[in-house]
């Protein structure tokens, strides 16, 4: 029966098309900001007599046919809003932008003020890109959706699902099936069964009860009876209204039952399994089907109420959700754009830094990262769980109370128990296991670039790296693109100690500088890291270092100001808001969508951007401005 049930659900992966609403009238209502008929002209104005002719005069020797380290600047020319193109085009900017192209011996070498304008230029390409708010991106439940549609559906434990791996999520979000995890969705699908079914001769269970009602009278139709439960189950666990042709799948599958002498119970048991192990229960799918010549419609509310709650509470949505989806009403932006705010308000909100928050704070590395134990005997688990929880209340903190994204940078306050706060240095005044807001007086911490959980995941496991800790501030907090490293360059542990003894880590570090190819970067990456030196590797601060030399904190932004403390540099930061903005939104956005970003999407940024300056860049207005946006609410069904 088991390899039956596998055989006979699988296939129904042609059975992916949601119910369809109807019509809607969404992001179509949000104000073009942007006049984007003269951004498309002043872009193809910009590619053809600037862009062009620089790519032509410093790039196209290494990068053109030859493709010289993959980077293939005459077909991104040639098709620059092409997927492959964009990052193309991109990662040219980055490097050009830090001087590791064109290399230091070609014989033609743009000036700084050409490199600022070729940077500038490349951010005009988007404008090219047609309306299109993308492919809508069909994704498995990552393991924590997973058990917690399992608990709200059925009422079981989470702990249910622990025997699934681990995945990748974001913008690697999952959309297969290995027939391992099939085989592993199939024996949690059998524990739910034994746990909520009550055995033959016995009472039935509550939620057996709740799932399959009483038992039919006799000389019932039980075929048209089972129809009934089936009906009733996959509302919530497909998440919408199942099709006719759906419920034929599942009423076979009862049959299939009854054949091989199971009774009602059991067949509605065997029904059952099949729903928890269909993808119309593990795939968060698309939009039901399009009239012939659309190609980009929205989202119907059904699919709209769980691409929200996904995000926010990486759970199905709930009876309020489930109640608008069903009356058409999600769809109105007022109505959407009031759901987000209660679903941000509920504890629940706490998922969206598990998955997002984490992920983009690299928080979640911290837990694979090893500290040498002899060098940090503080690094215990109670250690990490606290670092964590911090990063998370705080997180929540700043989302709930909708305070400026600059707080992320730059904040008083953080939540401490008695273990991170002999870190702080300030456990006299934090006892216990418990974790509790407290004011911060030292300028040098509070936000995330004094947060061990942040410092301590950027660190080697027995000291600190100015260089990713640099890469960690401009690609994490800035957005910035950090070219990826040559091949063939040792790390600080694998040079030659004969040019190592007696220099300090900054010294050390600087030798980077002395080899062309990696000078460039390293001129950027390295003030900024130095600026976060006097954190040691798991986040005490210390005024000395290892070797008991003083601590040189100074620095300097790229093409920007000095620093020289933690404070200033946090200072500096916080006064980019607008960069601190777009970057959150951006991978906000990519996260929602399960997708890199590309073409038009930034201009939908933009527009966002736009909006929420006027409310003085909101962590939880940026939120909601990405849920409600064109992106968000619409797919492309063609092309």
């Not at 070609?106 to 090219?128: M, T």
């Not at 119309?280 to 709650?309: C, H, M, N, W």
């Amino acid at each position: 029966m088991r390899k039956l049930l596998i055989r006979f659900c699988l296939p129904s992966t042609l059975i992916l098309a949601p119910f369809f609403t109807g019509a809607f009238c969404l992001a179509e209502s949000e104000s073009k900001i942007l006049d984007e008929d003269a951004l498309r002209a002043d872009a193809q104005k910009v590619l053809k007599q600037k862009i062009g002719p620089f790519v032509k005069k410093y790039c196209i020797k290494c990068h053109g046919s030859r493709a010289k380290g993959g980077l293939n600047l005459q077909s991104a020319l040639s098709n620059p809003i092409g997927e492959s193109s964009t990052l193309h085009l991109q990662k040219a900017a980055a490097n050009v932008k830090v001087h590791d192209m064109p290399p230091e011996d070609s014989s033609k070498k743009p000036n700084n003020e050409e490199r600022r304008q070729f940077v500038e230029w490349i951010n005009k390409i988007k404008y090219l890109a047609p309306r299109d708010p993308g492919p809508f991106v069909l994704r498995r439940l990552t393991k924590t959706e997973y058990a917690n549609t399992l608990a709200d559906l059925l009422g079981v434990d989470r702990s249910i699902a622990d025997a699934l791996p681990e995945e990748v999520v974001g913008e690697g979000f999952l959309n297969s099936i290995s027939p391992l995890q099939s085989e592993l969705f199939l024996d949690v699908a059998n524990q739910v069964i034994e746990e909520i079914i009550a055995p033959k001769g016995k009472a039935p269970t509550t939620v057996q009860i709740r799932l399959f009602g009483s038992l039919p009278s006799k000389g019932a139709d039980l075929s048209k009876e089972a129809r009934k439960v089936a009906r009733s189950i996959t509302r919530d666990a497909y998440r919408r209204p199942a099709s006719e042709a759906e419920l034929d799948v599942l009423i076979d599958v009862y049959d299939l039952g009854r054949k091989n002498d199971l009774d009602h119970t059991g067949s509605l048991s065997l029904m059952l399994k099949a729903v928890l192990v269909s993808p119309q229960f593990l795939f968060i799918t698309p939009a039901g089907e399009a009239k012939p010549k659309e190609k980009i419609v929205l989202l119907d509310d059904y699919q709209l109420a769980s691409r929200l709650s996904y995000l926010l509470w990486a759970a199905p949505p709930d009876a309020e959700l489930s109640a608008l989806a069903d009356k058409g009403e999600l769809h109105k932006k007022v109505v959407l754009k009031a759901q987000t705010e209660r679903l941000l308000k509920d504890e629940r909100s706490r998922a969206l830094f598990d998955a997002f928050g984490a992920q983009w704070l690299r928080i979640n590395e911290l837990d694979g990262q090893v500290f040498d134990p002899k060098t940090f005997p503080q690094m215990t688990p109670t250690l990490r769980t606290a670092m964590t929880e911090e990063a998370r209340l705080f997180f929540q903190s700043i989302v709930q109370e909708n305070q400026r994204v600059a707080r992320f940078v730059d904040s008083d306050y953080t939540f401490l128990n008695e273990p991170l706060a002999k870190i702080y240095g300030i456990s006299q005044s934090v006892p216990g296991p418990k974790m509790r807001r407290i004011k911060l007086e030292d300028p040098n911490r509070g936000g995330i670039l004094g947060m061990p959980a942040t410092l301590a995941a950027t660190s080697f496991p027995n000291r600190t790296s100015p260089v990713r800790r640099g890469v960690w501030v401009l690609e994490q907090v800035l957005g910035e693109r950090v070219p990826a490293p040559p091949p063939d360059i040792p790390e600080l542990e694998e040079q030659e100690h004969k040019e190592v003894d007696g220099l300090t880590l900054r010294q050390r570090t600087e030798l980077h500088q002395s080899e062309a190819t990696c000078r460039n970067c390293h001129k950027v990456l390295d003030p900024i890291g130095f600026g976060l030196e006097n954190f040691d590797a798991i986040g005490r601060w210390r005024e000395k270092n290892g070797e008991g030399l003083a601590i040189d904190s100074a620095g300097k932004l790229p093409n920007g100001p000095k620093f020289s403390s933690p404070a200033e540099l946090k200072n500096l930061l916080a006064q980019r808001e607008m960069d601190l903005a777009r970057n959150l939104t951006e991978r906000l956005m990519a996260f929602a969508l399960g997708r890199p970003l590309g073409g038009y999407d930034g201009i939908v940024i933009d527009r966002i951007l736009a909006n929420v300056a006027q409310e003085g860049y909101r962590t939880r207005s940026i939120i909601s401005e990405v849920i409600t946006s064109y992106l968000f609410t619409y797919r492309r069904v063609k092309g």
